[in-house]
DNA sequence: GTGTTTATCGTCAGGAAGACGACTATGATT
DNA sequence: AATCATAGTCGTCTTCCTGACGATAAACAC
């Protein structure tokens, strides 16, 4: 640590991206926002934006949420309340040559939101859209079918939304934090539902069933039933308060 | 993300601090620098410095490192290597008031490390020590014996090191990253000594024998022995292939 | 009613982990 | 030299968890 002159710092600019995920019609997708201006114009980008001066980057995080989806970032403390989504931080990118217009160091946070109307474009985005995120990533990352060509993301955008779909993966293994893709109230199927989604493969129901019956406090009944699945009504549930899941729900081998 | 001017966006200092964990006499210690200037002067602090202008984060953790220690971050992919640690982005801080001098986000690294000989102060550091968590933590964080008072730390740095404390306890549990701090030989109980230190546990040696043997890749036998620890002599192992440990160890309840 | 869909309960075998007993090979002590 | 203390290594036994899968229940479509 050399001794420096704090007014001689080498100036950064901040900015938080978002990697929002959300599960629709079985697949994990992401929020991209379709770029307006060079560079990358046109192209499709992760939402973000600068970090203001007196604001912490959570916050920050928090606003660019709201302006993009009209999401209230979850206080973990906090019972789940309508359109609430869990948000928190995933990493900081900070290459000296990932923005060509001068040194940008991007804090990048993961939200995980449950499935939502069509996005509201924010701001200077042309529009917004729910993308699987195999067509972002391809086959690989994203576990999307065979053959397709990811469409490429501005910036190092690819990279971040692996890493924050990656984050989620294997944060859902032994966390509550699945039931943050789910509306306040769920049944065991809908739950079954995101994890498959999101680990692109098929669990037993029974079995899975059993595993989050079977933890305390990880699901509470909430007394109702419902038919939105069709087939026989299945109990209705909201998270209960264990926010780890020990032991962990288990990731089937390929 | 609303549409901005690039050369007036708000100007940020961008650090990097460095949580250095290390076991030594059967405690988890941190790499702690006294400050030798305001704020905070005379306190101990995590070691950190200004990311330069053309310099990735994690390059500017890794030169802070060497500087701080003269360990050489490992590259993950590569062989073990003398005087090799492992390094990982960590977290980044930004609260608006974290530093009273400006607008400081500190991008937080975690690095691990063997027992290394007296560490060495670099720079404008008065001092540098190697500094139970417990002491610096106390009793809940750090998980110290009761009523000691831990030594504040200057800025945020008592909760960057407590979150690079937990990580370090929750990673070791499902990959082989606990063998970052034993030297490039080392026996089933010395492997076993660093989980006992960082979890703060004891571990009965036979289960702990039989599961790190008994998972494929993670360890491979050296051929040698070793009497150093006292006892019957103990085979010397090295870190195998492995990285992800399938199912993972399983830290004791309490 | 019959078929389809989804939910939920039960059974059974295999594997992993915690609790320990037993034995081995060193150095230190008497 | 005999004994002791220390650490390492191999087994055993019980318990819990999981994966595979059979069976039943309750809705809707026709």
Do not use: E, I
């Given at each position: 640590m050399p001794p420096y002159d704090p007014s001689t710092f080498p100036p950064f600019a901040v900015t938080v991206d978002l990697v929002v995920l959300t599960v629709r019609r079985h697949a994990l997708c992401a929020l991209v926002v379709r770029r307006g201006e060079a560079p990358f114009q046109g192209m499709w980008a992760l939402p973000g934006g600068f970090v203001r001066t007196d604001e912490d980057l959570g916050a920050a995080a928090a606003r660019e949420l709201a302006e993009e989806t009209g999401l209230c970032a979850q206080d973990p403390a906090a019972p789940a309340v309508g359109n609430g989504a869990h948000l928190e931080q995933l990493g900081t990118y900070g290459d000296p040559g990932r923005d060509p217009r001068m040194r940008v160091v991007s804090v990048a946070h993961l939200a995980l939101a449950p499935d939502l109307p069509a996005p509201r474009a924010g701001?200077?985005?042309?529009?917004?859209?729910w993308a699987p995120v195999g067509e972002l990533l391809g086959p690989g990352g994203g576990m999307g079918r065979d053959g397709e060509q990811p469409a490429p993301l501005a910036f190092d955008h690819a990279r971040i939304l692996d890493d924050g779909v990656e984050r989620a993966r294997s944060k859902i293994e032994y966390s509550s934090l699945a039931t943050a893709f789910c509306p306040p109230e769920f049944t065991v199927g809908e739950l079954r539902r995101v994890y498959e989604a999101v680990w692109g493969v098929v669990?037993?129901?029974?079995?899975?069933?059993?595993?989050?019956?079977?933890?305390?406090?990880?699901?509470?009944?909430?007394?109702?039933?419902?038919?939105?699945?069709?087939?026989?009504?299945a109990q209705l549930f909201r998270?209960?308060?264990?926010?780890v899941l020990n032991p962990p729900m288990l990731r089937p081998e390929v």
């Open positions: 701001g200077d985005a042309n529009s917004a859209r669990l037993d129901p029974r079995n899975f069933h059993r595993k989050v019956t079977g933890t305390p406090g990880f699901l509470v009944p909430s007394g109702g039933t419902t038919t939105r699945q069709g087939g026989r009504p998270t209960g308060s264990a926010t």
